[in-house]
């Protein structure tokens, strides 16, 4: 390789080099704050080294698995409200609103709102997360021993 | 090592080259793109979860992929256009932008169409979708910066430069949805395990990724042809063929 082309290739090498350098850096400098939404733990526990809080009011997304058998809708009215949990603390999510129709019991969702309380939010937004996992539904049933059912639209009066 | 590389940064022997692979790649990718897409959207079963609407996948898991391959592409023969200064690897930037930026465009409409009806939005400025958004104006500002100067050798220095520089945002987006929690969902097949999919709907994704790959190939081999013969109009060989072709068709 002749002495212009090594140093070309030096130069265009260490660019890339000092430039993934300063990325990486910046990227790990902002770490959280790129993260879409809180988890129930964050939002309790804290966020990042100094255990930062979300201060009531404030205007955040949280995440996590709406919790079994918490869903609550009002009879008259849109309005619901759902535990959310990640691994340990419970979030309640108060909403006024359509859900997604992959919104249901066990299922990941984003719900952006504001916070009124230490454990409770007021959303204006829910989103339904899915995973990464596709298959037919007799495969899930006999994989994940789930029965698939669509969700249900109407609830029966007197249902909680 | 690469010596056996030399003949094809000669213009004319390129352009045989992928005249070659043209005629192979164009009607196989076609061949292969309907073959996915018409199983893909119209002979799998539906998922247990999300019914019908993930078909989808089929176009945008594989338009989603090969928008980064591309991209990584683009970056090879920006680098070999910085380095060894070849003319045929400055050309090839321009060729392959724009196709990258198609491809681009498609995932990010197709997974806008998908995150409608299943996640119940358009669009969330999560780590994922955001730094895709980031490829396409990366793609743009290539082909917006190639044809910036009215010096053509400054504008593919220039385009060269923020291809290669570019490349960063590639581990960003595939890595945005483990290292941050995102609306998007993690990989399904771009990973060091098992594929996350049924057999039956996962044979029909990588035809079609492979179909995609083809088309890419053959739309490659299309447009660095033109550029060729674009650069290379006053040169006798480029007369000759084009006598040739006048020939061929009278």
């Given at each position: 390789?002749?002495?212009?082309?090594?140093?070309?290739?030096?130069?265009?090498?260490?660019?890339?080099?000092?430039?993934?350098?300063?990325?990486?850096?910046?990227?790990?400098?902002?770490?959280?704050?790129?993260?879409?939404?809180?988890?129930?733990?964050?939002?309790?526990?804290?966020?990042?080294?100094?255990?930062?809080?979300?201060?009531?009011?404030?205007?955040?997304?949280?995440?996590?698995?709406?919790?079994?058998?918490?869903?609550?809708?009002?009879?008259?009215?849109?309005?619901?409200?759902?535990?959310?949990?990640?691994?340990?603390?419970?979030?309640?999510?108060?909403?006024?609103?359509?859900?997604?129709?992959?919104?249901?019991?066990?299922?990941?969702?984003?719900?952006?709102?504001?916070?009124?309380?230490?454990?409770?939010?007021?959303?204006?937004?829910?989103?339904?997360?899915?995973?990464?996992?596709?298959?037919?539904?007799?495969?899930?049933?006999?994989?994940?021993?789930?029965?698939?059912?669509?969700?249900?639209?109407?609830?029966?009066?007197?249902?909680? | 090592?690469?010596?056996?590389?030399?003949?094809?940064?000669?213009?004319?022997?390129?352009?045989?080259?992928?005249?070659?692979?043209?005629?192979?790649?164009?009607?196989?990718?076609?061949?292969?793109?309907?073959?996915?897409?018409?199983?893909?959207?119209?002979?799998?079963?539906?998922?247990?979860?999300?019914?019908?609407?993930?078909?989808?996948?089929?176009?945008?898991?594989?338009?989603?992929?090969?928008?980064?391959?591309?991209?990584?592409?683009?970056?090879?023969?920006?680098?070999?256009?910085?380095v060894w200064q070849v003319k045929t690897a400055q050309w090839a930037i321009g060729a392959i932008a724009p196709i990258g930026a198609v491809y681009t465009l498609i995932a990010l409409f197709t997974g806008a169409a998908w995150g409608k009806p299943m996640w119940g939005t358009w669009w969330v400025?999560?780590?994922?979708?955001?730094?895709?958004?980031?490829?396409?104006?990366?793609?743009?500002?290539?082909?917006?910066?190639?044809?910036?100067?009215?010096?053509?050798?400054?504008?593919?220095?220039?385009?060269?430069?923020?291809?290669v520089v570019g490349v960063v945002n590639l581990p960003i987006i595939h890595y945005s949805v483990e290292w941050w929690n995102t609306l998007h969902q993690g990989a399904t097949i771009t990973k060091f395990a098992k594929p996350s999919m049924d057999p039956s709907m996962l044979w029909p994704l990588?035809?079609?990724?492979?179909?995609?790959?083809?088309?890419?190939?053959?739309?490659?081999?299309?447009?660095?042809?033109?550029?060729?013969?674009?650069?290379?109009?006053?040169?006798?060989?480029?007369?000759?063929?084009?006598?040739?072709?006048?020939?061929?068709?009278?």
């Amino acid at each position: 390789m002749n002495p212009r082309r090594k140093q070309r290739l030096l130069a265009v090498s260490g660019i890339l080099v000092l430039l993934s350098g300063g990325v990486g850096a910046m990227l790990y400098a902002l770490n959280e704050n790129v993260d879409l939404f809180y988890t129930p733990s964050q939002l309790i526990d804290g966020l990042g080294e100094d255990k930062k809080k979300p201060v009531v009011g404030q205007r955040l997304r949280i995440g996590g698995m709406v919790v079994k058998g918490s869903v609550r809708r009002d009879e008259h009215s849109l309005k619901v409200s759902f535990d959310l949990v990640d691994t340990g603390p419970v979030v309640t999510v108060h909403y006024d609103g359509i859900l997604p129709d992959l919104f249901r019991e066990g299922q990941g969702i984003v719900a952006q709102g504001t916070l009124l309380d230490a454990t409770t939010i007021q959303a204006t937004e829910v989103l339904a997360k899915h995973d990464e996992n596709y298959m037919p539904p007799e495969v899930a049933e006999a994989v994940k021993g789930i029965k698939h059912v669509a969700p249900k639209q109407t609830y029966p009066a007197g249902t909680p | 090592m690469f010596k056996w590389l030399d003949p094809y940064a000669k213009p004319q022997v390129l352009f045989a080259t992928l005249l070659w692979w043209q005629r192979w790649l164009m009607p196989l990718s076609i061949v292969v793109l309907l073959l996915g897409t018409v199983w893909g959207l119209g002979f799998t079963p539906a998922d247990y979860q999300q019914g019908d609407s993930y078909r989808i996948i089929h176009v945008h898991v594989p338009a989603a992929i090969w928008s980064m391959g591309v991209y990584a592409w683009m970056a090879i023969a920006a680098f070999i256009a910085l380095v060894w200064q070849v003319k045929t690897a400055q050309w090839a930037i321009g060729a392959i932008a724009p196709i990258g930026a198609v491809y681009t465009l498609i995932a990010l409409f197709t997974g806008a169409a998908w995150g409608k009806p299943m996640w119940g939005t358009w669009w969330v400025w999560d780590a994922r979708l955001t730094s895709e958004l980031i490829l396409l104006f990366l793609f743009l500002g290539v082909m917006a910066l190639q044809n910036a100067f009215a010096d053509r050798q400054t504008g593919d220095k220039a385009a060269a430069v923020l291809a290669v520089v570019g490349v960063v945002n590639l581990p960003i987006i595939h890595y945005s949805v483990e290292w941050w929690n995102t609306l998007h969902q993690g990989a399904t097949i771009t990973k060091f395990a098992k594929p996350s999919m049924d057999p039956s709907m996962l044979w029909p994704l990588l035809i079609c990724i492979l179909g995609f790959a083809l088309l890419f190939g053959a739309l490659t081999c299309l447009r660095l042809r033109t550029a060729i013969l674009q650069h290379e109009a006053h040169r006798p060989w480029v007369r000759q063929y084009v006598q040739e072709q006048q020939h061929a068709t009278v």
